[in-house]
């Protein structure tokens, strides 16, 4: 009698380490792959064990909440088409990734003989995108100890570009007290906004700058713009305004000088004095009145 229980027992034990075997079982190499834009990667999904012979496989990409089909009915569908394989036994191989590629994706596999007949492995790819030519605003001159601002923007690039700038072709360095060449300069540089930043330019800041947006996909460079840093010279400038002060004078008191000799010309001409013959009256202009004043002399 016990015997047979025993017997029992190693059966339902054995059933139990038979059903345990029966389950479908996936892993991955890599469940957060990368790649760069417009190179291949796979999504590995291994089976690990499985007793079904031929088993559902899909794929799912889930991106912005709905998830859409990949792989189905033993096709690639949808946006991967013509871009993807499936390598046995379910791994899905990307063949030219595009930056619209980042997203989830879901292996299921069902195997309908197996006690756990699914089970499904999520992996997470990221398409990184190389920046692009970063646009460069550069002042082109700035006078010694005003302020001065160069921007650098890339937005193409995934993950988010970081900057450097460079003058004469070296890097700044973050903080201008670490370099000799750059010890007096004052500037914040930051790498996230690409701005640099100068509070008071002197004139070891003239130079040729260019900026570099970087991320893990590669970099790219904007053309070098000079900035030129002048000295404001008050002596300059004072006697700027002398001169100009001298030639605005000159010319006033030569156009004075004419106006009062076109004047008196004219007054020649017009201050004689001329009879109205027959009516016994003279006509006088003169100078102090500028007007014609009746002047009565009597002509017998
Ligand atoms: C990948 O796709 C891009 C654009 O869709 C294309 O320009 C490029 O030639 C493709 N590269 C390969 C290796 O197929
Ligand atoms: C920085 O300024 C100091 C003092 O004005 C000067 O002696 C030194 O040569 C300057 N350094 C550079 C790199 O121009």
């Known amino acids: 009698m016990a015997l047979t229980r025993l017997a029992c027992i190693l059966v339902l034990l054995s059933t139990h380490c038979y059903f345990t075997v029966l389950a479908v079982l996936l892993k991955t190499t890599n469940n957060a792959p990368w790649v760069n834009e417009f190179e291949a990667i796979e999504l590995s999904c291994l089976i690990e064990s499985i007793s079904t012979a ?31 394989r499936i390598r046995e036994p379910a791994t899905l191989e990307i063949l030219n990734a595009t930056r619209s590629d980042s997203a989830s994706y879901r292996c299921e596999v069902a195997a309908p003989n197996d006690a756990k007949t699914v089970d499904e492995i999520l992996i997470t790819l990221v398409v990184r995108v190389k920046p692009v030519v970063p646009k460069c605003t550069v002042p082109k001159s700035v006078p010694v100890g005003k302020a001065a601002e160069l921007r650098c923007v890339e937005e193409e690039g995934f993950p988010k570009s970081q900057y450097q700038w460079f003058r004469n072709k070296e890097e700044i360095p973050r903080d201008p007290k670490t370099s000799p060449k750059f010890y007096n300069s004052s500037y914040m540089l930051n790498a996230e906004t690409g701005i640099l930043k100068f509070n008071a330019v002197i004139k070891d800041d003239t130079g040729e700058y260019f900026c570099r947006a970087k991320n893990d996909a590669g970099h790219s460079e904007c053309r070098p713009q000079k900035m030129e840093v002048y000295d404001i010279n008050i002596v300059g400038i004072v006697l700027g305004v002398l001169v100009v002060v001298v030639v605005l004078l000159c010319i006033s008191v030569g156009i004075c000088c004419a106006y009062k000799r076109g004047y008196f010309a004219s007054q020649t001409q017009t ?8 009516d016994g009256v003279d006509y006088v202009r003169t100078e102090d009145e500028g007007d014609f004043r009746h002047k009565s002399s009597f002509v017998i």
């Not at 559902?56 to 189905?72: H, L, N, Q």
């Not at 201050?271 to 027959?278: L, M, T």
């Open 271 to 278: 201050g004689n004095n001329y009879k109205a013959k027959g």
């Open 54 to 84: 031929k088993p559902r496989i899909e794929w799912k990409k889930i991106k912005d909440g709905g998830p859409s089909y990949v792989y189905y009915d033993k096709k690639i569908t949808g946006d991967l088409e013509d871009r993807a």
